[in-house]
């Protein structure tokens, strides 16, 4: 099945720096690709997400960027503010036996100080 | 309000004792999935249901059951819970069939087995 590599566990980042969490792959034939942001007792909460047949996807603050060749995409944070903090999962889904299923990343603990 | 319900939120209880984690969704999604949440594993997919009356396993499958009887409700059942099930539960939905689509999560259940 996919397995999803998630680095760093952990960022800490002073209020205005960027942020970028990179995660990678191992299925090939995934083609889904979306971020996942859950602050301290909340659920999951989809902030952005990139199909295969694109490259970058931006939204105001957040982006996404997706190599296939190398099998990684990344979420890069600009102008981080304290807001920001909290835990990030990157997740991929793709076929399997016909069917898709979404594989998590472990997470990445975001810090933004102000 | 679209929404993914579960109960009961806060659950503690003692091995053995069966118990069922109810969800519900009302944005007539036909995928639907239950993860578990644990500190530094990130979410880990239990089970999944692609429709009425399909259900599959997800990565962490053993002691837990599904069913799917109809579009709307998934509850999740542990026959004999043991204190490794002790772990926050989200239910998950969403529009397409793959899973390839924007994915909303319940609440959590926090579950604790004695």
């Known amino acids: 099945g996919e397995n999803v590599e998630q680095h760093p566990s952990t960022l800490s980042v002073q209020e205005g720096d960027s942020a970028v969490i990179k995660c990678t792959y191992s299925d090939s034939a995934s083609n889904y690709f979306p971020w996942y942001k859950q602050e301290l007792g909340k659920r999951p909460q989809l902030i952005i997400d990139?199909?295969?047949?694109?490259g970058e996807k931006k939204d105001q603050r957040i982006a996404v960027t997706l190599n296939k060749t190398a099998k990684h995409f990344s979420l890069h944070i600009t102008e981080t503010q304290p807001e920001d903090s909290a835990v990030y999962f990157c997740a991929a889904s793709g076929p399997l036996s016909g069917y898709s299923t979404l594989t998590f990343g472990k997470g990445t603990m975001l810090l933004v100080s102000p | 309000e679209a929404q993914v319900t579960q109960n009961p939120r806060y659950l503690i209880t003692v091995t053995g004792k069966k118990l069922t984690v109810t969800c519900s969704q009302n944005?007539?999604?036909?995928?639907m999935s239950w993860y578990r949440q644990d500190p530094g594993l990130g979410l880990r997919q239990i089970y999944y249901s692609m429709n009425v009356e399909v259900t599959d396993k997800g990565d962490v499958p053993e002691g837990y059951k599904v069913s799917r009887k109809e579009k709307r409700n998934f509850p999740l059942i542990l026959e004999s819970p043991s204190p490794n099930q002790t772990s926050l539960y989200f239910c998950?939905?969403?529009?397409?069939?793959?899973?390839?689509?924007?994915?909303?999560f319940g609440p959590g259940t926090r579950l604790t087995v004695l």
């Open positions: 990139i199909r295969s047949n694109v």
């Open positions: 998950a939905s969403t529009r397409l069939a793959g899973g390839t689509d924007t994915q909303y």
């Open positions: 944005m007539n999604h036909e995928y």
